[in-house]
């Protein structure tokens, strides 16, 4: 096993520890941190051409978005610059420029850690001129970020449950962010929720109605048959480019790929997990930020943890029931802090 960078808190470099003893025997280089962060770029590369049709569970977070952007509008000034900090292929950067806020944004910063996603992005906000974008991607851009601070906004979608050293970067966060600004965690896993039995019971419900409807499609039994070509996931498709470019020596277990890409999300919803936190609890996140901090909005979505269950209409109902029933438990979360 590899020495972490001495840089980590002890969080992440139990994290990695923890990842490390369970993938050293697949690898053919240390599992430390840039071991870490290739598995990542490799996953997300494949995934940028392909990510807006795949990620249709993001559609979900916009009326969070919005919500928390109409509340915002009164607390923000005029003039405002902002960093989309893992843009992806620009998600939140264009709920905020479509937003009530929109006509405020002077300056958008956008950062990814993979150039292949920072490239979509690049391409898409090509729609908004009257704005000054500035693209960073990878781990040098990454240092440059630091001289464009601070932001009235400094945004993550979806990306903190990537982060095995979230905790790192929560402490480095405030001194991104302008006295008076924010910071938007969106789309992020919601720690009630693995908590919550009734909501894991109904999930699961949903998973077994799943496969039965799923058994009953041709395509299940032609793929059976042999007669319809399986297309290889993304996890696989991962797991040969890491064989081909030499990081594995054999091939690696799906669940720890996926738990190396998605560190802070429970798989199978239990709370046995083999690193990684539960998901994220706003007050935690808060104190983590810093005494001064406070989560200013709340939202949570997903009563069912399965983006599916929405297209089917008596699902969708009882989705509706579930959510007035717990509504701050729902499997995804948006949250506003704020000094
Ligand atoms: C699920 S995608 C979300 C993308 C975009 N924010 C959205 O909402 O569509 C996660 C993104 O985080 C990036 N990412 C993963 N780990 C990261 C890290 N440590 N620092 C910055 N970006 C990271 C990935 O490259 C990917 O583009």
């Known amino acids: 096993m590899s020495t972490p960078t001495p840089s980590l808190s002890t969080t992440a470099r139990q994290v990695l520890a923890d990842i490390a003893a369970k993938v050293s025997p697949y690898s053919q280089q240390p ?13 997300h590369g494949m995934e940028a051409a392909h990510y807006d049709e795949y990620e249709s ?4 977070a916009e009326e969070a978005w919005q919500k928390a952007l109409h509340f915002l509008a009164q607390r923000l000034p005029q003039r405002i610059r902002v960093l989309d900090y893992g843009a992806g292929t620009g998600f939140a950067s264009l709920q905020m420029l479509q937003s009530a806020i929109g ?29 000054r974008f500035t693209f960073y991607a990878d781990v040098a851009g990454r240092e440059a970020l630091r001289q ?13 449950h990537h ?12 001194a991104m962010v302008h006295p008076d600004g924010v910071y938007i965690a969106g789309h992020e896993p919601n720690r009630p929720f693995y908590y919550n039995a009734v909501l894991l019971k109904a999930t699961r419900q949903f998973q077994v109605y799943k496969r039965l409807r799923r058994r009953l499609s041709p395509g299940f039994w032609l793929q059976k048959l042999g007669a319809k ?11 040969d480019a890491l064989l081909a470019d030499g990081s594995l020596a054999r091939p690696l277990p799906h669940f720890y790929v996926q738990k190396m890409i998605d560190v802070h999300v429970p798989w199978g919803l239990g709370l046995d997990q083999p690193w990684g936190q539960i998901g994220f609890s706003s007050s935690e996140t ?3 930020l810093g005494e001064d901090w406070k989560a200013v909005f709340t939202a949570s979505y997903s009563h069912i943890k399965d983006a599916e269950a929405t297209h089917h209409w008596w699902w969708k109902h009882r989705i509706s029931k ?3 029933r717990y509504p701050a438990d729902g499997a995804d979360a948006l949250v506003v802090f704020g000094r």
């Open 31 to 43: 599992v430390d941190q840039a071991f870490v962060e290739h598995v990542s770029n490799v996953y």
């Open 57 to 60: 569970s993001i559609a979900d």
């Open 103 to 131: 006509p405020r944004i002077a300056e958008l910063v956008c950062f990814d850690l993979s150039p292949a996603m920072i490239e979509m992005c690049r391409e898409k906000m090509k729609a908004f001129p009257q704005v």
């Open 148 to 160: 464009e601070a601070p932001f009235h906004i400094v945004a993550t979608n979806a990306v903190l």
């Open 163 to 174: 982060m095995y050293d979230v905790n790192d970067f929560l402490k480095q966060l405030p």
């Open 229 to 239: 070509a399986v297309t290889p996931s993304f996890i696989q498709r991962t797991i």
């Open 286 to 288: 808060a104190t983590q």
């Open 322 to 324: 579930l959510a007035d």
